[in-house]
């Protein structure tokens, strides 16, 4: 018998059966517990180059926790330096991404934007926290519903959900500030850029696979368009993709 192997599948159980009673204690942490997790989030956020002070602020505020389902939540996971499942197989960015993109967009308070990819809703909590008209669409019909009420129930009622395909945009608001898209289409959707106003931005995951943050500008007919960082990013779906889903 291969002890070396029993002695290590006992270890793994152990340490499982720990995480797990670990993970059913986390919902009952206590706000001021959170609070101090977010604060140390907040921190490695500044070591890791984030420098706007309101982006920073707004995520000190946002009770990150709240917006990942109970099912997924735990005490180390909700502030960690690396995105979170959200169910449907869908994910939470990880704190860095939400902060550069944010601080990327540049935006000021009462300027109108549109996010796409709802998810959670904690994107469009920072957002909202920074002062912003936020419109965002989400393409599953559960996220979005979970998004709306945890965002009304933490008070963001500058946000507005819609249960849809992020590729159509949202054309009765448009034209918009800023448009900050959280899943990845091959391209940039034409339809996006068009609800762009007149100097208004957009950053979003562009790719198969290997995927690249694109930032860009609209001015007048020209858009201006640069490179950044590379991300990894749930693909953008077609809605009738979306419908083939199990
Ligand atoms: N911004 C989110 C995380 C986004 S995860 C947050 O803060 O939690 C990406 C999301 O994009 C997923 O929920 C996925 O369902 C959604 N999505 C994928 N394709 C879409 C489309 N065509 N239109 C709208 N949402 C889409």
Redo the contacts with the bound molecule.
């Keep these: 018998m291969d002890w070396g192997a029993t002695v290590s599948s006992a270890w793994v159980i152990a340490i499982l059966a720990g995480l797990c009673v670990a993970g059913a204690a986390d919902v009952d942490s206590s706000e001021a517990d959170w609070t101090a997790r977010r604060a140390a989030m907040v921190q490695l956020l500044r070591r890791q180059g984030i420098r706007d002070e309101a982006v920073l602020s707004a995520m000190a505020k946002v009770r990150r926790h709240q917006?990942i389902p109970a099912p997924y939540r735990s005490r180390i996971g909700a502030y960690g330096d690396h995105p979170s499942p959200?169910g449907q197989g869908?994910?939470?960015?990880q704190p860095f991404i939400?902060a550069y993109m944010t601080e990327r967009l540049r935006l000021q308070p009462g300027e109108k934007v549109l996010?796409?990819?709802?998810?959670?809703?904690?994107?469009a909590a920072v957002l909202a926290e920074l002062g912003a008209a936020v419109y965002t669409?989400?393409?599953?019909p559960s996220?979005a519903e979970h998004a709306r009420e945890t965002l009304e129930a933490e008070g963001y009622d500058s946000v507005s959900v819609l249960c849809g395909?992020?590729?159509k945009g949202w054309p009765e608001h448009a034209p918009f500030d800023a448009i900050i898209v959280?899943?990845a289409p091959e391209d940039v959707p034409r339809s996006l850029v068009e609800q762009l106003r007149d100097g208004g931005r957009m950053i979003i995951p562009v790719g198969v696979g290997v995927q690249r943050l694109v930032v860009l500008r609209k001015v007048g007919d020209r858009v201006e368009q640069q490179d950044d960082l590379p991300v990894r990013?749930?693909p953008?779906?077609?809605e009738n993709e979306e419908k083939r889903w199990p």
């Design positions: 917006f959200i869908q994910t939470i960015s939400v996010e796409i990819g709802t998810g959670s809703g904690y994107q669409i989400e393409i599953l996220l395909d992020g590729y959280t899943c990013f749930v953008m779906v077609r």
